[in-house]
């Protein structure tokens, strides 16, 4: 992974008076700085307000650091109108974070972020529900400019399958004689037709699906309602029961 090195700027996270990083930090200049308690961490910053990427191995993991918005109310909230910003790190270093990934709040990757409750952070455009310290393993990031609702149901990946398609129109979808001759499953966060979800190739939502075009679609395949769906590269905006 290509860094932008700057060897002359040095990391620092400022701490507050439980030892805990205080939000917005880190910074990167030549020297401490004079006012409050700091800690240099060692990494070469990346050039981007997401993330930065230590020089330095824990036990064979190189950690990486990223800015994390949260709120405790709901994904919505992590997004739009967070409580407070942490500086988290991870032993991953691509977004969207995989399920299960732990997040901590210090670079020794040895400090949990809210061990013992569930929490919604919003990190480089993706939100997540944080349980335990844990990205929730039902799913990993949704992300932020599809989350509409403030709604705090916890919600896990959801299969769809996918037929015929694309199809030039809703009735080509619904007269079509042998509309699951092949069919492929795709995975949404939660479930239903809601326009505006996205779909992806796999449940983790890592690789988004990018069809255009009417398609058959059904939950609970072969007994489910078949609908006929248009996707605009991948994002769901009309759907009709057939």
């Known amino acids: 992974m290509a860094n932008n090195i700057t060897p002359k700027l040095k990391a620092y996270v400022q701490i507050d008076a439980t030892g805990r990083v205080v939000s917005g930090t880190p910074v990167f200049r030549t020297s401490k700085p004079k006012s409050g308690t700091w800690r240099e961490i060692p990494m070469y910053y990346r050039g981007d307000s997401s993330t930065t990427t230590t020089t330095t191995s824990n036990g064979g993991i190189t950690p990486t650091a990223w800015v994390g918005y949260q709120s405790s109310t709901n994904l919505w909230s992590a997004c739009n109108n967070p409580a407070t910003t942490w500086t988290l790190y991870t032993n991953v270093d691509v977004t969207p974070l995989p399920a299960g990934t732990a997040l901590y709040t210090d670079a020794a990757l040895t400090n949990l972020v809210y061990p013992n409750d569930t929490m919604f952070f919003s990190i480089n455009g993706y939100a997540y529900e944080v349980i335990n310290g844990y990205i929730n393993p039902l799913g990993g990031g949704m992300l932020c400019q599809y989350i509409t609702t403030t709604s705090t149901t916890t ?13 030039g129109s809703s009735s080509e979808v619904c007269s079509n004689p042998s509309p699951w001759s092949s069919t492929q499953t795709l ?19 890592t690789t988004p699906f990018t069809g255009t075009g009417w398609y058959a679609v059904m939950q609970g395949f072969p007994s489910g309602t ?11 905006t009309a759907a009709f029961p057939c």
């Open 187 to 205: 995975w949404a966060l939660g479930s239903g037709y809601n326009t505006g979800r996205q779909l992806y190739y796999d449940s983790a939502f």
């Open 226 to 236: 078949k609908y006929s769906v248009y996707f605009n590269n991948g994002v769901l």
């Open 155 to 167: 919600q896990g990946p959801s299969a769809y399958t996918v037929g015929v398609g694309p199809l």
